[in-house]
């Protein structure tokens, strides 16, 4: 299936890109783990980095496929992956799903991916 949404989308502060194998470090030391994070996910705190490493690899045949597409939120000035966001693209609208590492909350980050990926043409 073709993208239907472009591969990668920068903003002042943050880079939305494609999934990869090395992310799962830094998204199971970021997130993954912990409590508070995953209060409301549809997931259960991953107990281990292989944990991470099976759901980042989903993430990536996921990408291939074209849908959903889950992106890799990245912090420009670090170039470390804070969170994800996730485009379920439907026949004629698409649903956002989205996870933050705890200490980027309150900083306007989602809002503006969100925004990124809604506005993006």
Wanted: hydrophobic share 40%; proline share 7%; charged share 15%.
């Amino acid at each position: 299936m073709p993208h239907l949404l472009p591969t990668q989308i920068q903003t002042s502060h943050l880079r939305l890109r494609a999934p990869q194998p090395i992310d799962a470090h830094a998204v199971f030391q970021s997130y993954t783990q912990d409590l508070d994070v995953c209060r409301f996910m549809v997931w259960t705190p991953h107990t281990s980095e292989t944990a991470t490493e099976a759901y980042i690899d989903s993430c990536i045949r996921a990408w291939a496929a074209g849908n959903p597409m889950p992106y890799i939120i990245e912090e420009l000035s670090t170039h470390r992956a804070i969170g994800m966001i996730e485009a379920r693209i439907g026949a004629t609208s698409v649903d956002i799903g989205y996870v933050l590492a705890k200490q980027y909350w309150g900083k306007n980050l989602m809002p503006e991916a969100i925004s990124a990926l809604t506005t993006e043409k």
